[in-house]
């Protein structure tokens, strides 16, 4: 059974940081492209950051490019540092993973963690 697993999630004030977790079980990821995704209240869900297993590029949406950081730890482990945390980036976060990465930015992915929640007060 392949589950993702967000954590470090939490409230912080505007200008501070978070680095959130997300650690996959069930299968080897070695080969599958992993990222972030979120969703504020009332929104749809949207593409935050993306790192391939082929050649470990990284890809941002604009609004987080100057202060988020996508990594990996292990081939089943992926990280989102957040610096600089503003209000509007309050929202569930959620890791994602495919094999593909053809559609991975539109969200059509295979695997979807739980979520973990993100609160940045002004």
């Known amino acids: 059974q392949v589950q993702l697993v967000e954590s470090g999630g939490g409230l912080v004030q505007a200008g501070g940081s978070l680095r959130l977790s997300c650690a996959a079980s069930?299968?080897?990821?070695?080969?599958?492209?992993m990222g972030w995704f979120r969703q504020a209240p009332g929104k749809e869900r949207e593409f935050v950051a993306a790192?391939?297993?082929?050649?470990?590029?990284t890809y941002y949406a604009e609004s987080v490019k100057e202060g988020f950081t996508i990594s990996r730890g292990n081939p089943n482990t992926v990280y989102l540092q957040m610096n600089s945390l503003k209000p509007e980036d309050t929202a569930v976060y959620y890791c994602?993973?495919?094999?593909?990465?053809?559609?991975?930015?539109?969200?059509?992915?295979?695997?979807w963690g739980q979520g973990t929640q993100v609160t940045v007060s002004s």
């Open positions: 994602a993973a495919d094999a593909e990465y053809r559609d991975f930015v539109r969200g059509r992915v295979s695997y």
């Open positions: 069930g299968r080897t990821f070695r080969s599958y492209h």
């Open positions: 790192v391939k297993w082929t050649g470990g590029n």
